[in-house]
């Protein structure tokens, strides 16, 4: 039987190797591109009230500044693992880079809302290039004993970013155009740039890789169809208890999972039988693997929604302004920068089952003391149980793909990197739909924004929502405790 990559670490935690400099400054390359990506999908949520009066759309049509990025970042992360076995690492990043400015700049010169789309799609396939990358590069040429911390920098990426944007846009408009926002982001990813072709060293061989339009064309339609459905049924039931007609965005959403689901299936038959799969998905036939993939996908919901919830509930229930309500989720999102690698370190030092069983624990309290409070919440509070759940939860969570992927043969570690990503990514948008939903369900019919059935009302919804995060967490932890205890079994 195959010695599990997180078993032995116990044993291999002490080796001194050391982590190369030019690792480092490529890891904080493609990190620093991949966080930029990242950030800029949650600062445009801020953003909606100025861009509907600048441009004249109304809200159902300026949400999709957010849902076009998530739909592009989400069909273009499965193509990682083709694109790191038939182009050079370079190679990717320089193209991730392009795209990223390009779509900076279109950001910044756009007078129409249409151009903002566009710019949107370019941004989002840079994102969806420059995460995996950054993942990949650990993943490869981390010394061993030291791929746990490592990968706890590259989950800071993921998990602070998303964190912190609503406070970094509030306080960037609140003295700047919003524009600027795009204009800053432009030196930095010029500086990640230099850095990372300075850095960036190839250390396995391309291949002569096939890309399969069939399979392209049927996971991106899968991705797309599963992404839009979630976002139009939430858009859907918001505007049946509005009172507002709910006929399209339910056909909508009815007909894009049909065709996501059928997709996902005709590209699962086409991988099996292709002699090149654009996904090696034969590494979930592992009930280990597979059930890592569950709470990696369902613990997101709770930890990217709560961006969103934290900041309405704290803004409708509690009346404070754009820039509090941002400011409260930064706490949490701090101390996950710092706990991120420090989680990775346990990891190393004593394998994956306390370092991930304990913290994910430990973090369900947070929604748990937020449903027990949700009446009666104070924003001190909201930050402070937050903060319970963002600093358990940054402990745990990079544990989670390192710890799967040990289970699996290297080289299919970029196929994992691309699957474990795709479902991080579809997980957020996710929580983002779900928890939105019920929300708007709890408010409607309870006044105008602003009286206190209103805010009352919010209250209400905010513990209903706390109420789901409670069950995802635990759905979650019970995947991770099933898995770890296969593991067990066949040591």
């Known amino acids: 039987m195959k010695q599990e ?47 509907m009066r600048e441009f004249r759309v109304d809200t159902a049509t300026v949400q999709w500044i957010t849902t ?9 992360m499965p193509m990682s693992s083709f694109l790191k076995r038939r182009f050079r690492l370079k190679a990717i990043f320089v193209a991730a880079v392009a795209l990223a400015l390009v779509g900076s700049v279109i950001m910044i010169v756009a007078n129409a809302f249409p151009l ?54 509030g306080a960037v408009t609140t003295v700047l155009p919003w524009r600027a926002i795009f204009v800053i982001a432009v030196p930095f990813i010029l500086a ?24 392209v064309a049927s996971i991106i ?29 339910a056909v909508v959403a009815t007909t894009s999972v049909v065709v996501g689901l059928a997709a996902l299936l005709a590209f699962c038959w086409l991988t099996k039988r292709a002699f090149s799969p654009l996904l090696r ?37 509690l009346g404070t302004n754009a820039f509090l309500a941002g400011s409260l989720v930064l706490p949490g999102a701090l101390v996950g920068a710092v706990c991120a690698p420090v989680g990775g370190w346990l990891y190393d030092r004593f394998g994956a089952v306390g370092p991930v069983l304990v913290p994910f624990g430990v973090a369900t309290l947070g929604p748990v003391l937020l449903f027990a409070f949700a009446l009666h919440l104070t924003p001190a509070m909201l930050a402070g149980f937050y903060f319970v759940f963002g600093f358990c939860f940054a402990l745990g969570n990079s544990n989670v793909m390192t710890s799967a992927l040990g289970s699996i043969p290297h080289e299919f570690a970029p196929d994992g990197n691309a699957i474990f990503n795709t479902a991080l990514q579809f997980g957020g ?63």
């Open 192 to 215: 990640a740039c230099a850095l990372g072709l300075a850095c960036i060293e190839q250390r396995s061989p391309t291949e002569d890789a096939y890309l399969d339009p069939l399979q």
């Open 68 to 76: 076009i990025y998530l739909l592009t970042v989400a069909a273009t």
């Open 116 to 169: 903002l789309i566009v710019a949107r799609v370019i941004q989002g396939v840079g994102s969806g290039v420059a995460t995996p990358l950054m993942m990949n590069i650990i993943l490869e040429q981390s010394p061993r004993s030291k791929i746990g911390r490592l990968m706890g920098v590259g989950s800071l990426v993921i998990t602070v970013a998303p964190a912190i944007g609503p406070t970094v846009g």
């Open 281 to 317: 998905l034969g590494i979930l036939r592992d009930p280990v693997v597979l059930l890592h993939l569950v709470a990696y996908l369902v613990m997101p919901i709770v930890s990217i929604g709560f961006g969103y919830v934290i900041t309405n509930v704290a803004q409708l229930g």
């Open 429 to 491: 948008a996710a929580g983002t739909a779900l928890f939105s939903t019920i929300l708007a369900v709890a408010q409607a019919g309870h006044g105008a924004e602003g009286s206190a059935e209103f805010m009352h009302a919010t209250a209400v919804g905010g513990q209903w929502v706390f109420a789901t995060m409670i069950a995802i967490c635990v759905v979650g932890w019970s995947c991770l405790a099933a898995a770890f205890r296969i593991r067990a079994h066949r040591a």
């Open 5 to 51: 990559h997180g078993d032995d670490h116990a044993s291999n935690g002490m080796t001194d190797e050391r982590i190369p400099l030019r690792l480092i400054g490529a890891i904080v390359a493609t990190g620093a591109l991949a966080f930029i990506g990242i950030l800029t999908e949650t600062v445009m949520t801020v953003l909606f009230p100025q861009l």
């Open 221 to 249: 339609v899968a991705l797309v169809g599963m992404v839009l459905g979630l976002n139009q049924a939430g858009v859907a039931v918001s505007n049946a208890v509005a009172g507002h007609d709910a006929t399209r965005p």
